[in-house]
T-cell receptor, first 118, second 112 residues
Framework: ETGVTQTPRHLVMGMTNKKSLKCEQH?????MYWYKQSAKKPLELMFV???????ENNSVPSRFSPECPNSSHLFLHLHTLQPEDSALYLC?????????????????FGPGTRLTVL | GNSVTQMEGPVTLSEEAFLTINCTYT??????LFWYVQYPGEGLQLLLK?????DKGSNKGFEATYRKETTSFHLEKGSVQVSDSAVYFC???????????FGTGTRLKVLA
């Protein structure tokens, strides 16, 4: 496997279910991110981890719970979700947190998990 | 506040047509500007970037010029192919930070 992988690619769950999304990066990066992509809305940054420590929790409801056990893996635990949480959830990684003008430090995205909450 | 505005899609073109996707931004300070592309079933990929005014980013035949006077970063390609069909995102970020501000994306469909 190369780059950033995400599993599952599709997930359908009821509002009372508990499920987890998994992200793995094979790039040796130190920072990992969760984004929510909804139709006709800008990408929303949800969580940011650097060296396994959370550095951003962007006013995300507690029904979303991230976990970063090591620098290669990132999870998003889901419980009692709402239908409006249906979206594409993207994971990304970067060498470190310094983006912007650094030409060698960009975010690499996984293919996403398409989540549908019934 | 900082924001990015993109033209709404979908944009539908015939193969070999000229492409322009408009992007304007509002920012306090001097951001770097980016275009990301998302092919069907895949994550976002960096297409090109520009870090200061008048810089031109280019890649795979796509170009965009950082225009400070018009706060724009329009994406252009002289001759599109069916394989360019994707969603294109304009974004800005500030040096030394990890936050991107993305536009809503513009879907491009290229017909053979």
């Amino acid at each position: 496997e190369t780059g950033v992988t995400q599993t599952p690619r599709h997930l359908v769950m009821g509002m009372t279910n508990k499920k987890s999304l998994k992200c793995e990066q094979h790039l040796g990066h130190n920072a990992m991110y969760w984004y929510k992509q909804s139709a006709k809305k800008p990408l929303e940054l949800m969580f940011v981890y650097s060296l396994e420590e959370r550095v951003e929790n962007n006013s995300v409801p507690s029904r979303f719970s991230p976990e970063c056990p090591n620098s290669s893996h990132l999870f998003l635990h889901l419980h009692t979700l709402q239908p409006e949480d249906s979206a594409l959830y993207l994971c990304a990684s970067s060498q470190d947190l310094r983006l912007g003008s650094d030409p060698y430090n960009e975010q690499f995205f996984g293919p996403g998990t398409r989540l549908t909450v019934l | 506040g900082n924001s990015v505005t993109q033209m709404e899609g979908p944009v539908t073109l015939s193969e070999e047509a000229f492409l322009t996707i408009n992007c304007t931004y509002t920012a306090t300070g001097y951001p770097s500007l980016f275009w990301y592309v998302q092919y069907p079933g895949e994550g976002l990929q960096l297409l090109l970037k520009a870090t200061k005014a008048d810089d031109k980013g280019s890649n795979k035949g796509f170009e965009a010029t950082y225009r400070k006077e018009t706060t724009s970063f329009h994406l252009e390609k002289g001759s599109v192919q069916v394989s360019d069909s994707a969603v294109y995102f304009c974004a800005l970020s500030f040096s030394g930070t990890y936050k991107y501000i993305f536009g809503t994306g513009t879907r491009l469909k290229v017909l053979a």
